[in-house]
């Protein structure tokens, strides 16, 4: 099967649209379809981050993305992975000291992960601020947070991307550029643009986005998306005109995995995994 069906863009799909399958299937079902590679999501139905036989685990699927011919991002969106009352939580803003120390201890474990597996980027977001939390308290968290993370994302030569997620306290690409600057502009911290967000929030275009953007992108993101409407959507139902920005992302120059992202679909996930790719094929040649 052929790959790269716009040039310069390498394709992904990610397993939190396709938890119906066992992974060993989803990563064939994505090979046989032409990607050219996956973001795994860090969960208990593929890859549990908190099991004993962890590094086992992931020893396998590395042997197993590497048979397939698969690249990988790791994604730590999970939405009950360490607590399963609480969507996303505990975050990275939580009040409490020792939950928020949980989510770091995830994202490094997420790193170490990334790196046995020769991932090219590790996926975060900042979480919802508490209420009661004051912007600047928020903002200080984020950064203690996340300094831990760098420093081991930096020893194991493996970008963290952090996402700007609508709702969040880094919810847009300026509150990306804030975080950078607190942080001092750290070399491993990267970006995930997630196309459907620049669609909903950004007052720029998302082929704009992208090319504000591209100094920093380590992970990419893509579904369609209303204005205004925090929906991910297959491609076709939302308001995104995809040729420009396909062409704009493969002008970047950017090397990494533009991942499907369609969480709420995998009832539909092999069907859809196969639309994407053919919708993908089809815009992408239209860009050229």
């Given at each position: 099967?052929?790959?790269?069906p716009?040039p310069?863009?390498?394709?992904?799909?990610g397993t939190?649209?396709?938890?119906?399958?066992r992974l060993?299937d989803?990563?064939?079902l994505l090979?046989?379809?032409?990607?050219d590679?996956?973001?795994?999501?860090?969960?208990?139905?593929?890859?549990d981050?908190?099991?004993s036989?962890l590094?086992?685990?992931?020893?396998q699927?590395?042997?197993?993305?590497?048979?397939?011919?698969?690249?990988v991002?790791?994604e730590?969106g999970?939405?009950?992975v360490?607590?399963?009352?609480?969507?996303?939580?505990?975050s990275?803003?939580d009040?409490?000291?020792?939950q928020?120390?949980?989510?770091?201890?995830?994202?490094?474990?997420a790193?170490?992960?990334?790196a046995?597996?020769?991932?090219?980027?590790?996926?975060?977001?900042?979480?919802?601020?508490?209420?009661?939390t004051?912007?600047?308290t928020?903002?200080?968290?984020?950064?203690e947070?996340?300094?831990?993370?760098?420093?081991?994302?930096?020893?194991?030569?493996?970008?963290?991307?952090?996402e700007?997620?609508?709702?969040?306290?880094?919810?847009?690409?300026?509150?990306?550029h804030?975080?950078?600057?607190l942080?001092?502009?750290?070399?491993?911290?990267g970006?995930?643009?997630?196309?459907?967000?620049?669609q909903?929030?950004?007052?720029?275009?998302?082929?704009?986005?992208i090319?504000?953007?591209?100094?920093?992108?380590r992970?990419?993101?893509i579904?369609?998306?209303?204005r205004?409407?925090?929906?991910?959507?297959?491609?076709?139902?939302?308001?995104?005109?995809?040729?420009?920005?396909?062409?704009?992302?493969?002008?970047?120059?950017?090397q990494?995995?533009?991942v499907?992202?369609l969480?709420?679909?995998?009832?539909?996930?092999?069907?859809?995994?196969r639309?994407?790719?053919?919708?993908?094929?089809?815009?992408?040649?239209?860009?050229?």
């Amino acid at each position: 099967m052929s790959r790269s069906p716009a040039p310069g863009i390498r394709f992904g799909y990610g397993t939190n649209g396709l938890t119906d399958l066992r992974l060993s299937d989803a990563l064939a079902l994505l090979a046989d379809l032409g990607y050219d590679g996956v973001g795994l999501t860090l969960d208990h139905m593929h890859l549990d981050p908190l099991a004993s036989d962890l590094a086992a685990r992931t020893r396998q699927v590395a042997a197993r993305l590497g048979a397939l011919g698969l690249e990988v991002t790791v994604e730590t969106g999970a939405r009950y992975v360490l607590d399963p009352r609480r969507k996303h939580g505990p975050s990275l803003l939580d009040p409490d000291p020792e939950q928020r120390a949980a989510r770091t201890a995830l994202l490094i474990t997420a790193v170490r992960v990334a790196a046995d597996l020769g991932a090219h980027a590790v996926h975060c977001f900042s979480g919802i601020t508490p209420a009661g939390t004051d912007e600047e308290t928020a903002w200080k968290r984020l950064t203690e947070a996340l300094t831990p993370v760098l420093d081991a994302a930096d020893r194991a030569g493996v970008p963290l991307a952090v996402e700007p997620e609508p709702g969040h306290l880094l919810a847009t690409l300026a509150d990306f550029h804030h975080l950078r600057g607190l942080l001092g502009s750290p070399a491993p911290l990267g970006l995930t643009l997630d196309i459907g967000h620049c669609q909903c929030l950004e007052a720029a275009l998302p082929a704009d986005c992208i090319r504000d953007a591209a100094p920093w992108l380590r992970h990419v993101q893509i579904e369609d998306m209303r204005r205004g409407v925090h929906e991910h959507l297959p491609f076709g139902e939302g308001e995104i005109d995809f040729p420009p920005v396909l062409d704009a992302l493969a002008a970047t120059g950017y090397q990494g995995l533009t991942v499907v992202e369609l969480p709420r679909h995998s009832h539909a996930g092999p069907e859809l995994a196969r639309q994407s790719i053919e919708f993908l094929r089809t815009k992408g040649a239209s860009a050229c």
